[in-house]
């Protein structure tokens, strides 16, 4: 049945995404004197970043999300292709990982943005042709790893801690949601942890971040400095906050506050009640997100929409967390509102997708069938 398109998501989404564009005007003005000699820099690229986005976020709201499942072999196989340049002399450092493609005449461009977001439409096209196989080791977890593997260890060796949460929590939400074994998932998290553990005590940067989240006040000049003027500006801001434009520690003090400390920058400026509004902001888009997942009776549509709400909802709760000191530091930007062009182009791209499927258009029960990797005897 044809219906009309979420227009709370929709509108609660735009209003995220000038909220954040306001925000950057405010906290960047430091930053953009100090590297570029005018008071705007940032403000102007992140309109052009929100007009970037508007454009691919539209042919997503109207082509029929079908299109994604006719292309997510392709799409898998050129994210590897990205994720695989960055191991040449393509790649480039920012700040302590390899994530960064720099390829002459473009602009710099974070492959793992583009295998986020195909990855999601790839397992939900694969996990909605094989749903009556998912709770099985050998035909539905096994597969599962070996498609996740081969997106998160280039991933692991850049490396990226906190995209691979991101992925690894999104990609094990549609695993459970398409019928998969939740003994299988905490079996494999446990074997995972552990694996992450011995990564983390043993790359340096992981290891101080993992520190610092244990111990704030250890080398409060050094690897705590984030942390502890994150915390600063939140507490600072109390109740109601000092009042947009009245930040201090935008002045030099939050490293990246247009980026990943801008929840930080919001708290000081907003304080704790306004700052909780936008917090319920993103509670609502995941609850409609969620919602229209419910309602689909079309497995490949239920299946993108719990995939793009859980990424984005994670990011956010990451995010939040980190400037909160109740996560370790991970480098993970706030959806829609922090600067950052790619992030933004697939969050919106996102949103477009996840609003065709509300439409209800080209809706129809999944009866494929299934399509496994390992033939049963």
Known sequence: MKKNIDYILLITVFALVFFGLAMIASVSVYESYNKFQQNDFYFWRRMVQIAIAVAAFIPCLIIPYRFWEKVSLLAIGFSLFL????????????????????????????????????????????????????????????????????????????????????????????????????????????????????????????????????????????????????????????LFGLGFGQSIQKNGYLPEVQGDTIFAAIGEEMGFVRTAIIILLYALIAWRGYSIARRSKDWFAKLIVVGFTTSLTIQMMINIGVNMAILPNTGITLPFISYGGSSLLASMMMIGIILNVSHGKNEDPNKARPRRFFARK
Not at 95 to 102: A, M, P
Not at 176 to 191: D, E, H, K, P
Not at 221 to 235: E, H, R, V
């Open 83 to 238: 994720l695989m340049l960055l191991f040449t002399s393509l790649g480039g450092d920012f700040g302590t990982s390899n994530s960064w493609l720099d390829i002459p005449s473009l602009p710099t461009i974070p492959p793992v943005e583009v295998a986020k977001f195909r990855l999601i439409i790839y397992l939900a096209h694969w996990m909605s042709k094989n749903r009556s196989e998912i709770h099985h080791f050998k035909y539905g977890f096994l597969p599962f790893v070996m498609i996740l593997s081969i997106i998160v260890i280039p991933i692991a060796l850049q490396p990226d801690f906190g995209s691979l949460l991101v992925i690894i929590s999104t990609s094990v939400a549609i695993f459970l949601v398409a019928g998969g074994s939740f003994f299988q998932v905490a079996a494999g998290g446990i074997i995972a942890s552990i694996m992450g553990f011995i990564i983390a005590f043993n790359v340096d940067y992981i290891y101080n971040r993992f520190m610092t989240f244990f111990n704030p006040d250890l080398d409060t000049l050094g690897i705590s400095y984030q942390i502890k003027n994150a915390l600063t500006a939140i507490g600072s801001g109390g």
